[in-house]
């Protein structure tokens, strides 16, 4: 929060004059006290002096007209947002929705009209400004010191589990077949822990990713016959087979493999069959394609069916698979797709993923 007995460094980089004196009488004029009782003001007429002042001198937010001598528009704001983590405050004599749009897509705090402003509008807008931008930095840090540790956490426990998986294999070659049965409960708890920590670094990067410029066309087929080809070698029993799958390219990026191996692994693992049959299937819907995939096993019942994919199924008691369905949502969302489950004939589940065709 800012505190009134400090003062408050505001740079103002605009070409009119006018429009700068009157910024600054609205500032001096505020009648709220959404302001410290001193507050000093910078001005520059070009973005070039503009810049020459955050290097040399300490602000806490920055005004800035999109109409410059030397840029204009958006490009304004872009040339000055990589100078500065000064919260932005674009001004602009003209109506336009896009404009604001992208000015906040930019990295601006807010965006106000020239001919809309008055001095409680603007200090409140100054005011608010500070705090998201204090909010959002509190924020970042805490975020990426989560980051570090989330990395040494599932480093150390990867290392842990490679060591159990290693003196599993040891011991089954030195044990009978009464006592076999148990090492292999090892390993398995072991393979199981190696998948959750798998699911949580991927989950992370698709929480991380930017949902539109990271997407690409990604060609569909071979992403799902690597994907069946890698679940057969560790799904032992399970019989998976694939139909026809035509040549068809989607809006995704590197985690699309992640959606099928969740969905795949999560029909095995719910069969409670001794050798679970899936089927993974292809169809073109209008300008998507729908891909499903098909167990049979106890299905799931309709009163789960709609939070199966939230947060409420990351509970204590999931086994791993909570995160696993949560993932492939958060994923399909993030694709611009959706993904729903539906009853399987004559029993089982189907998982139907929906994703954009790509032009």
Known sequence: MLESDRSLDVLVIEDNEGDARLIERYIDRAETPMLPSTVTHTHHTTLEDGKEALAEST????????????????????????????PVIVLTGLQNKNTALKAIQSGAQDFLNKD????????????????????????????DQLEVLNRIVRHDIQNDVNVIQGWADMLEQNVDDAR???????????????????????????VAGDTDSSLEPVALGPVILDTVEKRRTVSDG??????????????????????????????????????????????????????????????????QKSEIFG????????????????????????????????????????????LRLAE
Request: hydrophobic share 40%; with cysteine.
């Open 116 to 143: 809309e402003l008055d001095p409680d509008t603007l200090t409140r807008a100054i005011r608010y400004a500070i705090e998201r931008k204090r909010r959002e930095s509190e924020l970042r840090k805490r975020t």
């Open 238 to 303: 399970a019989t998976i087979s694939v139909g026809e799958l035509e040549r068809t390219t989607v809006y995704a990026d590197e985690l699309l493999a992640s959606v099928f191996e969740n969905l795949i692994d999560n029909a095995v693992q719910h069969s409670q069959v001794e050798s679970p049959t899936v089927e993974v299937g292809f169809e073109l819907t209008g300008d998507c394609v729908q891909v499903s995939v098909a167990d049979d096993g106890v299905g799931v019942p309709d009163g």
């Open 180 to 206: 076999r049965d148990t090492v292999q409960q090892i390993t398995s708890a072991a393979d199981h822990i190696a998948e959750i920590t798998q699911n949580v670094e991927t989950f992370l990067e698709a």
């Open 311 to 354: 947060k409420s199924a990351m509970g204590l008691d999931s086994s791993g698979t909570g995160i696993g369905l949560f993932l492939v949502d958060r994923l399909v969302d993030r694709y611009g797709g959706r993904v729903w489950v539906e009853d399987n004939d004559p029993q089982g589940a189907v998982f139907v993923v929906e």
């Open 59 to 86: 602000f806490d937010v920055l005004l800035l007209d999109l109409g410059l001598p030397t840029s204009q528009g958006i490009e304004t704001l872009d040339r000055i947002v990589g100078h500065t983590d000064l």
